[in-house]
């Protein structure tokens, strides 16, 4: 019965960072943004502490080096693992646990041969949504509010947990898109705790994500890094096992499916020049 718990959680929290840093435009306004910066911020982010998730604050226009650097005293480079699965995502990512129920869910990938404005049209891409997460996704709406500024709103199926099966769960994230220089990207996504039509019933009742696309030669480099309270009455912390901790690693593996998507595009382009 554990492992089948076990797999439940892992599947379900799949989403948490994929969803959170995917659809984050909107098809119809275009790649917008809300403010831009000829380069990324210069002054020191303030460390993530182990019992102090609440107060941090990933800032805004920091480098991905920077908040991966942020991240430093929690965890170090070597905890990275490789993930490669049969559906193709691959990349690095990193479960680290926060203390109490907070967690810190981290993942590195490349987008071969694109540009990050075309990573930004995958994530809207409502097709690509439903392909790698269709189990566990009803509905994704997502809706313009000003420039660069958007919300989000997910209905998730019902999920199994230990005492049986969850109703549909709803939440809404707010997201802010900033450029910086000529071609990079940082997108931060929120939960919107006030927004009426969250469930009770949800992953997690805090949940903040910083995503940053930066353009390195021919590629896009994605680090997607998420610090979440989850909700125990969804991710229990049972007496032989933390399901937060395994929650935090399938969190950090949600957006990998990137690396597979641009992989193969750059594949049939390949493969079109040829013939």
Known sequence: METCFRVSIILFVLLLISEASANIFSSDAGVTSNQHR?????ESLKKLKYGSAD???????QSPDA?????????????????????GKEGYYCSTRLGGDWVLAESKQVAKDCVPEEVLAAYLDGNNQKKWNEDKVLDI?????????????????????????????????????????ISNYN???????????????RPFHI??????????GNDVHIYAAGIMKVNRKIVPNLVIFDASG??????????????KHFQDRSTKIRKTRIE
Not at 146 to 169: A, C, E, N
């Open 38 to 42: 000829r380069n990324y911020a210069q």
């Open 55 to 61: 107060t941090f604050n990933f800032g805004r226009f």
């Open 141 to 181: 709406k997502i809706s313009r509010t000003g420039s660069g500024l958007y919300r989000q709103d997910m209905v998730l199926k019902p999920q199994r947990v230990l005492t049986g099966k969850t109703t549909i769960m709803r939440y809404t994230q707010t997201i802010c898109v900033d450029k910086i220089g």
């Open 246 to 259: 395994i929650a935090g690693a399938m969190a950090g593996r949600g957006t990998l499916w990137l690396s």
């Open 207 to 216: 949940l903040k994500v910083n995503v940053g696309l930066e353009q390195v």
């Open 187 to 201: 997108a931060f996504v929120e939960l919107d705790t006030k927004s009426k039509s969250n469930t009770k019933l």
């Open 67 to 87: 908040i991966d650097k942020a991240m430093s005293d929690c965890r170090s480079a070597k905890s990275f693992k490789h993930h490669s699965s049969k559906d």
